[in-house]
T-cell receptor, first 112, second 114 residues
Framework: KNQVEQSPQSLIILEGKNCTLQ??????????LRWYKQDTGRGPVSLTI?????NTKSNGRYTATLDADTKQSSLHITASQLSDSASYIC???????????FGTGTRLQVFP | DAMVIQNPRYQVTQFGKPVTLSCSQT?????MYWYQQKSSQAPKLLFH???????NEADTPDNFQSRRPNTSFCFLDIRSPGLGDAAMYLC?????????????FGPGTRLLVL
């Protein structure tokens, strides 16, 4: 069964600190993996997308990594800001399908 | 500039009273999606339109219907809302299906059923 699991479920960090969120998936065959940021009460916004051949992608202070062999991805946030407080959702697309498989997200809270 | 617009942002309805949620897009995308997201859960795809072609997910209850009168607009109709239908409803669009197409999400409509 195609699944996407994220850890931790929630995370609290202090402003300015770094953090890393994890995503493990069993989706096969794999097409691509996205990280979305979802602010409370808002729709998700795409941060990064990676295909099978890519192992790292950056978007400002966000850096995503992908290990297609172990089916793991991580999202690293550098020098966190209060505005980083949100849910971060890992989304995987299987090859040759329109359907996205969503993880349940990591709820990040950044405190001053 | 807003690209995917959902109205209303908050909707309160009574048990069993039909309700319609609206989504419009300024991107001229071919594909429009409706997702249901319950608290602390991942979004769940209900159905999508590829142009005028309607694609229902196998486990979407019959209580949920959709209309797409033109490229820009798509509606979600809940014929007889139950308490379990209280959720955030997200509309998304993509230029095409498959591959590396990005889905652009609207801000969502939060539905409360009394």
């Amino acid at each position: 069964k195609n699944q996407v699991e994220q850890s931790p479920q929630s995370l609290i960090i202090l402003e300015g600190k770094n953090c890393t969120l994890q995503c493990n998936y069993t989706v096969s065959p794999f097409s691509n993996l996205r990280w979305y940021k979802q602010d409370t009460g808002r729709g998700p916004v795409s941060l990064t997308i990676m295909t099978f051949s890519e192992n790292t992608k950056s978007n400002g202070r966000y850096t995503a990594t992908l290990d297609a062999d172990t089916k793991q991805s991580s999202l690293h946030i550098t020098a966190s800001q209060l505005s980083d407080s949100a849910s971060y959702i890992c989304v995987v697309r299987a090859y040759n399908t329109d359907k996205l498989i969503f993880g349940t997200g990591t709820r990040l809270q950044v405190f001053p | 500039d807003a690209m995917v617009i959902q109205n209303p942002r908050y909707q309160v309805t009574q048990f069993g009273k039909p309700v319609t949620l609206s989504c419009s897009q300024t991107l001229n995308h071919n594909v429009m999606y409706w997702y249901q997201q319950k608290s602390s859960q991942a979004p769940k795809l209900l159905f999508h339109y590829y142009d005028k072609d309607f694609n229902n997910e196998a486990d979407t209850p019959d209580n949920f219907q959709s209309r797409r009168p033109n490229t820009s607009f798509c509606f979600l109709d809940i014929r007889s809302p139950g308490l379990g239908d209280a959720a955030m409803y997200l509309c998304a669009t993509s230029r095409d299906r498959g591959g590396e197409e990005t889905q652009y999400f609207g801000p969502g409509t939060r539905l409360l059923v009394l």
